[in-house]
């Protein structure tokens, strides 16, 4: 992943520096498959399936003592839908709290949905990073 895949904002030039990335995160299984992307309260980005298990993609914010409630994020739709479970779509929704986005599939199939990620700063509405995310549950 090459910097040019992040965007930066940085806020009184030493301050905080909130970024993701575009992702996709796929599960491929015999029967259940099982997908999620999470933005933690703690400012980590963890990517989940069922044959990966849980993995580190990065932090969204450093330094991520400044995670929580000063931010905010809103998952948007672009194509499909996400599996029960999830935090909600298309609002904006408190960091403090950790918030995921998975789908899932059982018996022959895939399930896919494209994601739209946006986190701003929540006082003033600002939109800080951006990044388009992609969760697919194949089941073979």
């Keep these: 992943m090459s910097l040019a895949q992040f965007s930066f904002i940085s806020f009184g030039g030493s301050g905080p520096k909130v970024r993701i990335s575009d992702l996709s995160v796929t599960d491929n299984d015999f029967a259940n498959a099982y997908a999620e992307y999470k933005l933690e ?4 980005i963890i990517s989940t399936t069922n044959f990966a298990g849980a993995v580190d993609e990065g932090d969204w ?17 672009n194509l499909g839908s996400v599996s029960g479970g999830s935090s909600a779509t298309g609002a904006w929704l ?6 995921a986005w998975n789908c899932a ?14 986190i ?4 003033s509405g600002t939109v800080l990073s951006t990044a388009t995310v992609t969760i697919t ?3 073979l």
């Design 61 to 77: 914010i450093i330094p991520k003592s400044a995670a929580g409630a000063a931010y905010e994020v809103r998952a948007t739709v």
């Design 41 to 44: 309260n703690d400012g980590d």
């Design 105 to 118: 599939q059982v018996g022959t199939g895939t399930q896919t949905v494209v994601l739209t990620i946006e």
């Design 137 to 139: 549950a194949d089941v």
């Design 94 to 99: 408190a960091l403090s709290t950790t918030r």
């Design 120 to 123: 701003r700063l929540a006082a």
